[in-house]
């Protein structure tokens, strides 16, 4: 009998390194679980190829804006394979199916997409400001090596968060059976990485302060601008009726905002649920954790093209085209359609 305790005891200690299999959840939420997640991850691996071919024919749009937006949807590409599939599995088996290294694997590409994603909307967020505060020096100071020099920082600086990260923890992860996702935990304790949650919560307060200062600082220059030019208009009317104030074109702009301002929000949603998760969390946070962790992240990776869709006529004009090709090119070639 004495030798049977400490032998519980280190099998229980081992049990923390070890994928185990989800608890029961009720039947009906695994089924909408693996609804939603099986729609996710399909938008996601069918509509990015999608964008990346309409942002070839699209020629109105600035090569330096298709530099970011490219390196964007390649990003959404990533969390569809390293994210999205493997959590969709996992949903259908109610266990992690893919072993300890996968496990590492997803737990870094977890740490890179949040990074990145944050870091591509600062990029933007610098780019919108420097073409409204210094238009007539844009084309010479946003270039496309600068902006593809930019977008290798931004992946590389990506990268290397999850690698210290992986040193930090000596590579030990732990698999989280209601989030569906693996994360880095610290080093023989069932705990999660206190550095990277530390780190993410930094990065979400610079990020959030430098994209709502330099909206704020664009809208009162917008503003700064209408009054000069109702002034100019007044200054030159003389004696004629007054004319309405012209009223500026904030469109592109406030198109530019509420894409930034969604992405931003479907990105620091399911960080602040991760830095406040809790590892030893019991059966009863699926909901949670889906809605506000799992999904959010899922649905920013293929939201984005359906913004630019709706908020740019050349980039909607150019898929609309496409889709009619490719249908007409489908419809020729079934063999038993309606003309035969």
């Known amino acids: 009998m004495e030798s049977t305790e400490p032998q519980m005891d280190q099998e229980n200690s081992n049990d923390s390194t070890t994928p185990g299999p989800e608890e029961s959840i009720h039947p009906s939420f695994s089924i909408l679980r693996c609804f939603l997640l099986v729609i996710t991850t399909l938008l996601i691996l069918t509509l990015n190829p999608f964008y990346l071919l309409i942002l070839r024919h699209v020629n109105s749009i600035q090569e330096t804006t298709k530099v970011f937006l490219r390196a964007m949807t390649i990003a959404d590409i990533g969390v569809g394979i390293s994210v999205a599939i493997p959590a969709t599995i996992s949903a259908f088996l109610g266990d992690w199916p ?17 990074c990145i994603a944050l870091f591509f909307l600062l990029i933007i967020t610098v780019d919108r400001y420097i073409s409204v505060v210094y238009a007539l020096r844009y084309p010479s100071l946003v270039t496309v090596k600068r902006a593809r020099i930019a977008v290798c920082c931004a992946g590389g600086l990506s990268t290397l968060i999850p690698i210290v990260n992986g040193f930090i923890t000596t590579w030990e992860t732990l698999y ?165």
């Not at 893919?98 to 949040?114: H, K, R, S």
């Not at 150019?318 to 035969?340: E, M, S, V, W």
């Open 98 to 114: 893919f072993g300890d290294v996968v496990c590492t694997l997803q737990a870094a590409a977890n740490v890179f997409v949040y």
């Open 176 to 340: 989280l059976p209601p989030a569906l996702v693996c994360e880095f935990k610290l080093s023989n304790q069932n705990t999660s990485n206190i550095y990277t949650k530390v780190f993410f919560t930094i990065l979400i307060t610079f990020s959030l302060l430098v994209v709502f200062m330099t909206y704020i600082r664009l809208f009162l220059i917008s503003r700064h601008h209408a009054r000069q030019i109702e002034a100019l208009n007044i200054a030159l009317g003389g004696n004629q009726p007054p004319q309405p104030p012209p009223r500026t074109n904030n469109k592109s702009l406030q198109t530019t905002l509420f894409i930034v301002l969604t992405s931003f929000f479907l990105n620091v949603v399911p960080i602040v649920c991760y830095i406040t998760l809790d590892t030893d969390t019991n059966s009863h946070v699926e909901i949670f954790y889906l809605f506000f962790l799992l999904l959010p992240l899922l649905t920013q990776s293929w939201v984005n093209g359906i913004c630019y869709y709706l908020s740019n006529t050349d980039f909607r004009q150019t898929a609309n085209r496409l889709l009619k090709t490719h249908y007409q090119l489908c419809k020729n070639h079934i063999p038993f359609n309606g003309n035969t």
